[in-house]
């Protein structure tokens, strides 16, 4: 090798300098914002500054940047990663724990996925659980039922519900509960008796053939009584006066003559 050749490496090494914040991002595959991020948060050691005051990065700085965007990239919190400290080591323990969550995620979201197949294929509340949702797909219930479906699911227990969803799988909408939902407020008296009347007979067998509709509060999570003033609010928030007059008559009237097993 020449004389000349040697003059000429040793003067590109000496015009070799280190990098700066913008190359050491560029050469991890980041941004300078996550880089200065990463030094505010204490993940990235501050490098020595040149004369001028700009930064001087070495090839440690950017082994330790690409460990920290390629764990972050695995999807660990930069939090997890301070844990790690910076030590090169193979975290295992921290990627099987993180492999175990991915896994937990992955089943939700097919989960999720299969209740928007459902959703799709048959159209059902999106403001129900997917249980009360199926069962109510096949029902044509008034707004006002609905929202009171809505607060049945956000107060009773599973047994509740289940008692619901049994009695909505084996619903039909007869007449008078058609008459019951259209019935304005200011229905006059004889309406509202003949209403209570013919609707009585059919609350009755609803009852009969779902029992758990007798203790629907039994397993609430938050208590009976919590569970019952809640759906007394709704009642009476959801339904005008000459429907709740219905309700309370077609009440009096269970109450009256009560079936066999009844409490």
């Given at each position: ?200 007979p059919q609350v009755r067998a609803m009852f009969t053939g779902n029992p758990g509709l007798l203790t629907p509060y039994a397993d609430a999570p938050r208590g009976a009584q919590y569970a019952w003033a809640a759906v007394e609010f709704a009642v009476n928030d959801l339904y005008n006066a000459a429907q709740i007059d219905v309700l309370t008559r077609i009440g009096r009237a269970l109450e009256a003559a009560p079936e066999p097993g009844w409490?």
């Amino acid at each position: 090798m020449s004389t000349h050749s040697c003059r000429q490496r040793r003067s590109r090494r000496r015009a070799v300098v280190a990098w700066s914040t913008r190359q050491l991002a560029e050469l991890a595959g980041t941004t300078v914002r996550a880089v200065r991020h990463y030094h505010e948060v204490g993940l990235l050691d501050e490098p020595e500054r040149r004369s001028n005051g700009y930064k001087s990065y070495g090839v440690a700085h950017l082994v330790r940047l690409s460990r920290i965007k390629r764990l972050a990239d695995l999807g660990f919190s930069l939090a997890q990663i301070a844990e790690m400290g910076t030590a090169a080591e193979h975290p295992e323990q921290a990627l099987r724990a993180l492999d175990a969550e991915l896994a937990a995620t992955v089943e939700r979201l097919q989960r999720i996925r299969a209740e928007l197949a459902l959703t799709l294929r048959r159209p059902a509340p999106t403001d129900l659980p997917p249980e009360l949702a199926k069962a109510a797909a096949h029902v044509d219930l008034s707004d006002a039922d609905r929202a009171f479906v809505v607060v049945l699911a956000r107060v009773l227990g599973p047994a509740g519900i289940d008692a619901y969803i049994e009695m909505l799988q084996g619903y039909h909408a007869e007449p008078p509960m058609a008459e019951f939902d259209r019935l304005p407020a200011d229905a006059d008296e004889q309406t509202r008796h003949d209403l209570a009347e013919r609707m009585a007979p059919q609350v009755r067998a609803m009852f009969t053939g779902n029992p758990g509709l007798l203790t629907p509060y039994a397993d609430a999570p938050r208590g009976a009584q919590y569970a019952w003033a809640a759906v007394e609010f709704a009642v009476n928030d959801l339904y005008n006066a000459a429907q709740i007059d219905v309700l309370t008559r077609i009440g009096r009237a269970l109450e009256a003559a009560p079936e066999p097993g009844w409490t």
